[in-house]
């Protein structure tokens, strides 16, 4: 079993850095607009060739209600009519990628996210499904890992019923906190008891995996009421946890500006929220997998921890790192091969290229022999805390140090400090350096230094 991580209050304020989140290296920053929709079809061709499993990611942007501390791409509207024209197009979409695959090629994956996927109807839900299975080769067995985000207040009973029998075998509920005065500083209103009987649903109709999401550094939040919430958390007993940390970027993110500044907590109050849920959720048994995340020793995701198996994609950490992902809808992120692709963000400009039968493609990046071996290295830095050289040097044809001979003292401060161990033949990222592992990765990280580093959240 893995070290428990170790919470180490010094390094943590040196440490905590604004940075990538590293669902991709390079990051979505640095997409540009020379990729385009041919890029986009030859990569087909060769996951085509190779016959790779997929992994489907469809992205449903609307929602009735906004929720202050959101920064996804989404659309408000209360029109339930507004989603019959982006389906139409998604519908165009997805024949117009199916028939650069081949149909033996599985969908080991499936994710729907937003926006609210449950905005749809019923009828809406099932006609999309319909559409997938006809053009895609998804399985029947139950076998594939199948999730939507699901938020309570637009799903119940029979929605989770409907999803069951479509296929889907896992949810991610999102959930942020429990207090009312904090969910009325960020508009969203939503019960213990509208959370539990969307779990209890998924419980019964046998889903697989239930994942929570929860935020700390909201308005009004304080250590005390968000530890009152990890632990009604707890009790509900999910098999995951994501505990993410809110970053405030009005400049960039409009519904924030709606949050009163003057009653987010203090840096150090934050630290505290993140210490104590650590705490809690350490001895209620879940496992430090990584980056906000957390799992129940049984879980998929913890296993393939253990197993040095675990991956990271756009989906965040996944068990399917092997398989090209299709995004699906507007904004949604392709990575097939040495290829990202994103389709446009703007409704408009996704919904006219697919009308004029074009797909969406604006911008992306494709890998350099560079990228590729970076690539490797903070895969393995955040997924299994570790690092081996030779790996590298085997699937790169390059002696580790000396083409990274010029990080050699910025690693060695880092050992100093006790954020990592280092050797001859390998990286340990230590149970102290865990929570910072993004700033080990941020080393090896070619094209930071020419970013701003105020895109990104801090590490903590």
Known sequence: MLDAIRWDTDLIRRYDLAGPRYTSYPTAVQFDATIGSFDLFHALRESRKALRPLSLYVHVPFCANICYYCACNKVITKDRGRAHAYLQRLEQEIQLIACHLDPTQKVEQLHFGGGTPTFLSHDELRQLMAQLRKHFNLLDDDSGDYGIEIDPREADWSTMGLLRELGFNRVSI?????????????????????????????????????????????????????????????????????????????????????????????????????????????????????????????????????????????????????????????????????????????????????????????RGLLCNADDRVRRAVIQQLICRFSLEFAEIEQAFNIDFRGYFGELWPQLQTMAKDGLIELDNDRITVLPAGRLLVRSVCMVFDRYLEQQNRERFSKVI
């Not at 965040?316 to 398989?323: A, K, N, P, Q």
């Not at 507007?330 to 963000?345: F, K, P, R, T």
Request: with cysteine.
């Open 174 to 362: 999102g959930l942020q906190d429990l207090d009312p005065a904090v969910q009325r500083a960020v508009n969203r209103l939503q019960s213990l008891e509208e959370t539990r009987a969307v779990i209890d649903a998924a419980r019964t109709l046998q889903f697989r995996s239930i994942n929570i999401d929860l935020i700390y550094g909201l308005p009004r939040q304080t250590p005390d009421n968000f530890a009152r919430t990890v632990e009604e958390v707890i009790a509900l007993q999910p098999d995951r946890l994501s505990v993410f940390n809110y970053a405030h970027l009005p400049e960039r993110f409009m519904p924030q500006r709606r949050i009163n500044s003057n009653e987010l907590p203090t840096p150090a109050q934050k630290l505290e929220m993140l210490q104590r849920t650590i705490e809690q959720l350490t001895a209620a048994g879940y496992r430090y997998i990584g980056m906000d995340h957390f799992a129940l020793p049984d879980d998929e995701l913890a296993i393939a921890q253990e197993e040095s198996t675990l991956q990271r994609n756009f989906q965040g950490y996944t068990t399917h790192g092997h398989c090209d992902l299709i995004g699906l809808g507007v904004s949604a992120i392709s990575q097939i091969g040495d290829l990202y692709s994103q389709n446009s963000s703007d409704l408009n400009h996704y919904q006219n290229a697919l009308a004029t039968s074009q797909l969406a493609t604006s």
